[in-house]
């Protein structure tokens, strides 16, 4: 019979709720959550509740960050079509490239007419000039998938409770100490850390490159019927961006938005609260019915700060003092669309380690 390996996974948002299920379809993982922040909880050091959250692939062809994004469609997509207590719909997505930007916003392949996941995604295809809005020189449309994050949060947290996983609330100064957080009465063997933008923090990692990319949004009431985003802004701010997605299950139309690296201001700014309405209703008229800004029916603004890397995502097992951790943060505005194939290449580390200690 396989040893039984005592697994803690440091962090409850999307990366390591994801991780820890995907490690439960072995039965021989016996695992622990531990964190501060937990679904249900709204903090700004918490960063998965405040996503948009939807599929719009950032990676370019060839890169580590297209296979993730790639092998994360089918369970994203699974997930809309056939378990609707997920709270994740289909939703026709559209991409649009301004005939003026100072940059892509580090939108990849999502700026191009002739992007790798044209065969991923279903329904495919260059927009017509007719169909572009002013000041649009370009456009794609596909079939994506839009999370509600207050239903998906939860949903993972059932499943994980479905499959064994414990979890328990505890602030970690070290990860060290999470070696002693397991449930089950055994100090861990393997330590998970998604602790996204708080590795910066956390003791024994200390991830100097950790930044966060301040995300200002505005959610309403409106149905915006569709995905968009297009790249830059009118103005050539380069730190804010224009999209808007509209959630699953009655969740309204989140309106973005920043990307402000090195910003960790909690309260949203009501000037940038304002461009933020004026772009998306300047793109999509019939977001507010074509009544402008006025026609919006505000629900809440908010902030929220992606965990961004330098280097981009960590993934990569480390010998700590005795202890072995997987990390498995630093995905920036990409951890919902990343999820679950990250959780599978920690999970392939996982079995690594154990099969190098069982050698």
């Not at 469609?73 to 490239?97: D, N, Q, T």
């Not at 940059?103 to 790798?116: A, E, I, N, T, V």
């Not at 402008?292 to 010998?319: D, F, M, N, Q």
Request: hydrophobic share 35%; glycine share 12%; aromatic share 8%.
């Amino acid at each position: 019979m396989a040893k039984t390996s005592h697994i803690v996974v440091i962090g409850a948002g999307v990366s390591g709720l994801t991780t820890a299920l995907i490690l439960a379809e072995n039965p021989r993982n016996r695992i622990t959550i531990v964190a501060k922040h937990m679904p249900g909880d709204y903090d700004i050091e918490y960063c998965s509740p405040w996503a948009g959250a939807d599929y719009a692939p950032f990676g370019t062809a060839g890169s580590i960050e297209a296979r993730w994004e790639h092998e994360t469609w089918g369970p994203l997509a699974h997930l809309a079509h056939s378990v609707p207590e997920a709270g994740i719909h289909f939703e026709k997505a559209r991409s649009w490239i301004r005939k003026t930007s100072t940059g892509d916003d580090g939108r990849g392949d999502l700026g191009k007419q002739d992007p790798w996941f044209k065969d991923t995604v279903p329904d495919f295809r260059v927009l017509r000039p007719e169909e572009l809005p002013h000041g649009i020189e370009a456009g794609i449309e596909f079939t994506s998938v839009c999370i509600n994050t207050a239903l998906y949060l939860p949903y993972l947290v059932g499943q994980c409770r479905k499959h064994g996983i414990i979890l328990k609330r505890q602030i970690l100064g070290h990860i060290s100490e999470a070696t002693a957080s397991h449930k089950f009465g055994q100090n861990a063997d393997i330590v998970i850390n998604c602790t996204g933008l708080m590795a910066s923090r956390l003791g024994g990692v200390e991830d100097k490159t950790m930044q966060p990319a301040r995300g200002q949004t505005v959610l309403v009431r409106n149905d915006s019927k569709l995905l968009g985003g297009a790249n830059g802004t009118e103005d050539g701010r380069t730190d804010e961006n224009v999209y808007f997605m509209n959630r699953a299950s009655g969740g309204g139309t989140i309106i973005g938005g920043s990307y402000q690296l090195g910003n960790w201001e909690s309260q949203p700014d009501p000037n940038l609260a304002m461009r933020i309405m004026q772009r998306a209703v300047d793109l999509h008229p019939q977001l507010a019915g074509g009544k402008g800004v006025s026609g919006l029916s505000i629900v809440r603004h908010a902030v929220g700060l992606r965990p961004w890397r330098e280097a981009g995502v960590r993934l990569e097992k480390e010998r700590i003092g005795k202890q072995w951790v997987v990390h498995n943060y630093g995905h920036a505005g990409y951890g919902y669309q990343t999820s679950y194939a990250c959780a599978r290449d920690v999970a392939k580390l996982v079995d690594e380690i154990v099969g190098e200690a069982e050698t």
